[in-house]
C-alpha cells in the first residue's frame, strides 16, 4: 500500500504555484487545476475544490486561514472545526479506496487500481491536511501560521521555527518581518551611501578639472620668457616618408578661414601634468640624468636624449616651451648653460634637448665633445614660461629662426599628441637647407595634420635644390603663410636680430603686442657680464706666434651710493647705480640662482622688502609678482639703498 501511495504524494510544481499565488490574492482556483492527468482527482485537490463532492461546499480552507485576524477566537474555532470535518471526509475515501485497490489487484483491472490509488491519495490528504491544522492549532499557532506550516511542508521547506511570522502581533511592520525590514534597511543604507560617494566623487573631479584649466590659464598667458641660447629639439615621432623632392610646399595665401567665435577647448596636460607643471616651476627639481641616445640633426647640431638613471619616468613635469639648465665643472670652471626641453610633456619615459656647438659655448662644446652615450649630467628643470598649451588661445603661431625652433618643436609635438582642434602656423628660417632642423619631422607631420600649416625660408636658396621662399622672414612672407594674422597669439624665438626684425613686421600687420610672445638667445648663461669668455677647446696644431698684445681698456671703478640688504644671508654690500642686484650678491658671497642673465628666464625672481628699483628687461616676470614686490635680480638697478629677501 505504501507503494501505491508514494508516487501520488508529489505534487506538480506549477499546481503549488497556482495555489500560493490564490492562497494570496484570495481567489478560489479553478476545480481542473487540481485534477491529475486520467485519475479524476489530484493529490492536492482539497486545497480548492475537494470540498465540492464531500458535503456540497465549496470552502477554501489554507486561504481562509491565510487571511484570517490572528488574535480573533471566532476563527480559531472555525479552523478547528473545517480541520476535523476534512479529517472525517478523508477516512471514507481511505476505507473505500482500500477495498476497490483490494478488489482490483484481484482481478487485475489496471483502471480500477488507478482508480484506487487516487481515491486513497485524496483521502490520505485531507486526513493529513485536517491533521496537520489541528496540531498547529492545538499547539497555541495562529490560523495564518497553521495554513503557511501546511504551505510549507507541502514544498518540501523547513519548519518556519528561526523566524517569526510577519504576521504575529507585534512581530514587525507592515506585515513584514524583522528580518525583511532590517535586509531592506541595510540595503537601502547602502544604495544611498554608494550615491553619495558617486556625487562626491563627481564634485572633486569637477573641481579638480576646474583648477588645472585655471592654473593652465594662468600660466600660458604670462610673459614669454624660457632662455634658449641654445634650444633644444626632440627626435622625429617616426620616420618621415619620403617626399617626391623631399621639401616643404612654398608658402601660399591660404584662403581666410570663417571667423572663430568661440575659444578651441582648453587643453591641458595630462593629470595632473599642468598642476604639477606649475608647481615644479616654482620649485625647480635638481638631480642627474643619464644620456640613452645621441642624434645628429646638422652638422652643428645634435639631440641628446636624457632618462632618469634609476628607470621609470623623468623625475620631473613640465610644460611646452620650457627649459632645463645642465651645470658642470669644466677646466676648473663651474659653467651653466639653459636648454629649451623640445620634446613633448606627454612622453614622459625621456626627454630631449637640441644643442648646437658654439666656438663660445663651454656647455655646448662640452655636450658635442666630452658628452657620449651612458655619460651623467647635472640638470635642474624645468623653468620659463614661454609656454602654449592650446588653453587660452584658439590658433597659434609660431615663428623660429636657427636653433630658435626647438621650443617651437615641443608645443608643435603637444599640440599634436592632444589632438588640438585649433590652426597651427609654423614659420621657420634657416640659413640653408643644410641647418633645416627638424626638416623630415616638419614635413611629416604636416602630411598628417590637416590643421598644421608650415612655411620655411632659406637665407642661402642658391646652387640648392630648395623650391621654396627665400630670404629671411620677412613681413610679405609672414602675411602669405597666415591669414589673419593680427587676431592670433604669435609666439617668437630666434636670434636678436632676426626676432627685431619679426616684431617690427607684426608690428605693421596689426599684431597687438599682448598677442606676442618671445624668447630671445641672451649671452652665455652662467658668465657675468664683464668676465672673460671661456678658454677656447685645446688645439693639437701648433701654435701660433703670440701677437703683440693689445694695450688694456681702462677700467672704470664703479662708485657706489647706495647699499643693498640681504635678509636670509645676512649681509650688506654696496650698489652702484649701473650695477644690478645679482652682480652685488655675487661681489660679497650671496647665492642667488640665475640662468639667462638678461631678464628673460625669470630664474633670478627674489623678493624686494624695502627700497625701489628700475628694470630694463621684465619679459621673465609677469605682472602679478611683480604687484607682489618680485624683482629680476640680473636687472633691477637703484640709487638708493634696497632690502632684499635673498
Same mark, same amino acid.
Given at each position: 500500500m505504501a507503494q501505491l501511495i508514494k508516487p501520488f504524494r508529489r505534487v506538480p510544481l506549477a499546481t503549488v504555484a497556482a495555489l500560493v499565488v490564490v492562497a494570496l490574492l484570495g481567489g478560489t482556483p479553478s476545480r481542473t487545476l487540481a485534477q491529475p492527468h486520467g485519475s479524476g482527482r489530484g493529490s492536492m485537490g482539497e486545497m480548492g475544490g475537494e470540498m465540492g463532492e464531500h458535503g456540497g461546499?465549496?470552502?477554501?480552507?489554507?486561504?481562509?486561514?491565510?487571511?484570517?485576524?490572528?488574535?480573533?477566537?471566532?476563527?480559531?474555532?472555525?479552523?478547528?472545526?473545517?480541520?476535523?470535518?476534512?479529517?472525517?471526509?478523508?477516512?471514507?475515501?481511505?476505507?473505500?479506496?482500500?477495498?476497490?485497490?483490494t478488489r482490483a489487484l484481484q482481478s487485475g483491472d489496471a483502471q480500477g487500481m488507478g482508480e484506487a490509488a487516487g481515491r486513497l491519495s485524496e483521502g490520505l490528504s485531507l486526513y493529513r491536511s485536517g491533521l496537520s491544522t489541528h496540531l498547529a492549532l492545538s499547539a497555541g499557532h495562529t490560523p495564518?501560521?497553521?495554513?503557511?506550516?501546511?504551505?510549507?511542508?507541502?514544498?518540501?521547506?523547513?519548519?518556519?521555527?528561526?523566524?517569526?511570522m510577519a504576521t504575529e502581533a507585534g512581530g514587525a511592520l507592515w506585515g513584514l518581518s524583522w528580518f525583511h525590514l532590517t535586509t531592506m534597511v541595510f540595503?537601502?543604507?547602502?544604495?544611498?551611501?554608494?550615491?553619495?560617494?558617486?556625487?562626491?566623487?563627481?564634485?572633486?573631479?569637477?573641481?579638480?578639472?576646474?583648477r588645472l584649466a585655471t592654473a593652465a590659464t594662468a600660466v600660458a598667458t604670462g610673459p614669454a620668457a624660457a632662455p634658449a641660447g641654445g634650444p633644444p629639439g626632440p627626435r622625429p615621432a617616426a620616420p618621415s616618408p619620403p617626399g617626391a623632392a623631399g621639401l616643404l610646399p612654398v608658402p601660399r595665401a591660404a584662403a581666410a578661414p570663417p571667423p572663430v567665435t568661440a575659444p578651441a577647448p582648453a587643453i591641458c596636460c595630462a593629470d595632473p601634468l599642468c598642476e604639477?607643471?606649475?608647481?615644479?616651476?616654482?620649485?625647480?627639481?635638481?638631480?642627474?640624468?643619464?644620456?640613452?641616445?645621441?642624434?645628429?640633426?646638422?652638422?652643428?647640431?645634435?639631440?641628446?636624449?636624457?632618462?632618469?638613471?634609476?628607470?621609470?619616468?623623468?623625475?620631473?613635469?613640465?610644460?611646452?616651451?620650457?627649459?632645463?639648465?645642465?651645470?658642470?665643472?669644466?677646466?676648473?670652471?663651474?659653467?651653466?648653460?639653459?636648454?629649451?626641453?623640445?620634446?613633448?610633456?606627454?612622453?614622459r619615459s625621456y626627454i630631449e634637448v637640441t644643442v648646437k656647438r658654439e666656438e663660445q659655448g663651454l656647455i655646448s662644446r662640452h655636450l658635442h665633445d666630452r658628452v657620449a652615450i651612458g655619460s651623467l649630467?647635472?640638470?635642474?628643470?624645468?623653468?620659463?614660461?614661454?609656454?602654449?598649451?592650446?588653453?587660452?588661445?584658439?590658433?597659434?603661431?609660431?615663428?623660429?629662426?636657427?636653433?630658435?625652433?626647438t621650443p617651437m618643436m615641443s608645443i608643435t609635438r603637444y599640440l599634436m599628441d592632444r589632438s588640438f582642434p585649433g590652426d597651427i602656423y609654423f614659420l621657420y628660417g634657416a640659413r640653408s637647407t643644410e641647418e633645416f632642423i627638424f626638416r623630415e619631422e616638419l614635413e611629416y607631420l604636416q602630411k598628417r595634420h590637416a590643421n598644421l600649416h608650415i612655411a620655411a625660408t632659406m637665407s642661402r636658396a642658391e646652387g640648392t635644390a630648395w623650391m621654396g621662399a627665400s630670404g629671411p622672414i620677412s613681413k610679405e612672407f609672414i602675411a602669405r603663410a597666415v591669414p589673419e594674422i593680427a587676431r592670433?597669439?604669435?609666439?617668437?624665438?630666434?636670434?636678436?636680430?632676426m626676432m627685431e626684425a619679426v616684431k617690427a613686421a607684426l608690428s605693421e600687420?596689426?599684431?597687438?603686442?599682448?598677442?606676442?610672445?618671445?624668447?630671445?638667445?641672451?649671452?652665455a648663461r652662467g658668465v657675468t657680464p664683464g668676465t672673460r669668455a671661456p678658454l677656447p677647446a685645446p688645439s693639437l696644431a701648433? $701654435?701660433? +706666434?703670440?701677437?703683440? *698684445?693689445?694695450?688694456?681698456?681702462?677700467? @672704470?671703478?664703479?662708485?657706489? %651710493?647706495?647699499? !643693498? =640688504?640681504?635678509?636670509?644671508?645676512?649681509?650688506?654690500?654696496?650698489?652702484?647705480?649701473?650695477?644690478?642686484?645679482?652682480?652685488? $650678491?655675487? +661681489?660679497?658671497?650671496? *647665492?642667488?640662482?640665475?640662468?639667462?642673465? @638678461?631678464?628673460?628666464?625669470? %630664474?633670478?625672481? !627674489? =623678493?624686494?622688502?624695502?627700497?625701489?628699483?628700475?628694470?630694463?628687461?621684465?619679459?621673465?616676470?609677469?605682472?602679478?609678482?611683480? $604687484?607682489?614686490?618680485?624683482?629680476l635680480a640680473c636687472q633691477a638697478k637703484s640709487v638708493g639703498n634696497l632690502v632684499v629677501e635673498a
Open positions: 461546499r465549496q470552502q477554501q480552507l489554507y486561504p481562509s486561514l491565510m487571511t484570517a485576524p490572528p488574535a480573533d477566537p471566532a476563527a480559531r474555532e472555525v479552523a478547528l472545526r473545517e480541520a476535523h470535518r476534512r479529517m472525517t471526509s478523508g477516512l471514507p475515501l481511505i476505507r473505500g479506496g482500500l477495498d476497490q485497490a495564518a501560521q497553521a495554513g503557511l506550516a501546511w504551505y510549507r511542508s507541502q514544498l518540501g521547506l523547513p519548519p518556519a521555527t528561526a523566524m517569526p540595503l537601502a543604507a547602502f544604495v544611498v551611501g554608494t550615491l553619495l560617494i558617486q556625487y562626491t566623487r563627481m564634485r572633486r573631479i569637477s573641481g579638480l578639472v576646474h604639477a607643471a606649475v608647481a615644479a616651476a616654482k620649485r625647480p627639481w635638481s638631480g642627474i640624468l643619464r644620456v640613452a641616445a645621441i642624434f645628429p640633426e646638422t652638422p652643428t647640431v645634435k639631440t641628446f636624449r636624457l632618462v632618469n638613471p634609476g628607470s621609470g619616468d623623468i623625475p620631473f613635469v613640465f610644460m611646452p616651451g620650457q627649459f632645463l639648465t645642465f651645470s658642470a665643472e669644466i677646466g676648473g670652471e663651474r659653467a651653466r648653460r639653459s636648454y629649451t626641453i623640445a620634446s613633448s610633456p606627454t612622453q649630467l647635472e640638470v635642474s628643470a624645468p623653468a620659463g614660461v614661454f609656454t602654449f598649451t592650446g588653453a587660452d588661445a584658439d590658433s597659434i603661431v609660431l615663428i623660429a629662426g636657427g636653433v630658435g625652433v592670433r597669439r604669435v609666439h617668437l624665438c630666434g636670434p636678436p636680430p600687420l596689426g599684431v597687438p603686442k599682448d598677442q606676442v610672445r618671445t624668447e630671445a638667445f641672451g649671452p701648433p $701654435a701660433p +706666434a703670440p701677437a703683440a *698684445p693689445e694695450p688694456a681698456p681702462a677700467v @672704470v671703478p664703479r662708485i657706489a %651710493t647706495a647699499e !643693498v =640688504r640681504f635678509t636670509k644671508s645676512s649681509k650688506t654690500g654696496p650698489l652702484a647705480p649701473d650695477q644690478c642686484v645679482l652682480e652685488a $650678491a655675487e +661681489a660679497i658671497g650671496v *647665492p642667488i640662482d640665475y640662468s639667462c642673465r @638678461v631678464g628673460i628666464c625669470g %630664474t633670478c625672481k !627674489v =623678493r624686494l622688502l624695502e627700497g625701489k628699483v628700475t628694470m630694463e628687461v621684465e619679459e621673465g616676470l609677469p605682472s602679478d609678482e611683480k $604687484a607682489r614686490g618680485i624683482i
